[in-house]
């Protein structure tokens, strides 16, 4: 069986294969007036550990994706790169898929900038990740404003709370997330951004009694928090370690987020 890292190389091989077939050409397209771009954060099932199949490699000529080396390339899964021996499917290129289903005008950009294993007090800003060596609030502010040089911030969607699911935590995440998610909004200078948090597994509320009150949390953020809808991961499945949705249902979570912003989108106060 192949080890992770030859795995990471194949990746990155099909990647450079799929970028070439889409020639020369660049995003946005000259004279593209719809250029919609999504953040994705948050922790690892946001970045996805999901593997990967044919069909999440094929990419979308809509569809792009800000890299490592913050330029556009065309998207594919895995999108993320925040641990490159693991990272696999997540919910992002469903649900830009889906979003451009719905509009076959759009062209998207995905800017993933989620970090496995970040809680939340590493949103922040100066915030640092040890395990990814980075500083996941301050990077995901750099490659968005990076992105809005070519387009319009569309939506935000966050996947995050295994890491709070502590007794001593899991109180004080409703007003971490708030500060979070209007800290945000200021300074992408997009007070009124979609967004879309999603509940954590069942598989992992099963095994952390404190995962209960993040996912109450999130469940009442829409009453708190404008234009902000939550989607609910109940009955999806996990890849057997009780931690990560496996690929089906990191899928099935990205058409519940496209359902949700495209609600949310279509809301008049």
Same mark, same amino acid.
């Given at each position: 069986? $192949?080890?992770? %890292? ?5 990746? @990155? ?14 995003? =946005?397209?000259?004279?593209? &007036?719809?250029?919609? +771009?999504?953040?994705?954060?948050? &922790? %690892?099932?946001? $970045? ?9 490699? &094929? ?19 895995? +999108? ?31 800017? =993933? ?51 709070? %699911?502590? =007794? ?6 409703? $007003?971490? +997330? ?9 300074? +992408? ?21 404190? /995962? ?21 991961? /109940? ?28 609600? @949310? ?5």
């Amino acid at each position: 069986m $192949a080890s992770s %890292s030859l795995k990471t190389a194949l990746c @990155l091989l099909l990647m450079n294969v799929l970028t070439a077939s889409v020639g020369r050409a660049q995003f =946005p397209p000259a004279g593209t &007036q719809k250029v919609h +771009l999504y953040l994705l954060v948050g &922790q %690892s099932n946001m $970045a996805g550990r999901g593997t990967p199949e044919p069909a999440d490699r &094929q990419p979308h000529p809509h569809i792009w994706v800000l890299n490592r080396e913050n330029r556009w390339v065309p998207a594919a899964d895995p +999108l993320h790169f925040d641990k490159p021996d693991v990272i696999g499917v997540g919910p992002g290129l469903t649900f830009a898929r889906e979003m451009a289903k719905a509009d076959t005008s759009v062209w998207i950009g995905l800017i =993933p900038a989620a970090a496995g294993g970040s809680p939340i007090d590493a949103w922040q800003p100066g915030g640092y990740h040890d395990q990814t060596k980075s500083h996941p609030y301050d990077d995901a502010l750099l490659r968005a404003r990076l992105a809005q040089k070519d387009g319009t911030l569309k939506g935000i969607l966050w996947h995050q709370g295994e890491s709070d %699911s502590k =007794p001593e935590l899991a109180p004080a995440y409703e $007003a971490k +997330l708030i500060r979070l998610i209007g800290r945000f909004r200021r300074e +992408l200078n997009a007070p009124d951004v979609p967004v879309v948090v999603g509940t954590l597994g069942d598989f992992w509320v099963a095994r952390n009694p404190a /995962a209960g009150p993040i996912n109450e949390t999130l469940r009442g953020l829409p009453g708190k928090v404008s234009r902000l809808a939550c989607v609910d991961a /109940a009955g999806l499945t996990d890849k057997g370690d009780h931690t990560h949705f496996d690929t089906p249902s990191a899928r099935e979570l990205g058409r519940r987020y496209a359902a949700a912003l495209r609600k @949310l989108e279509s809301y008049k106060p």
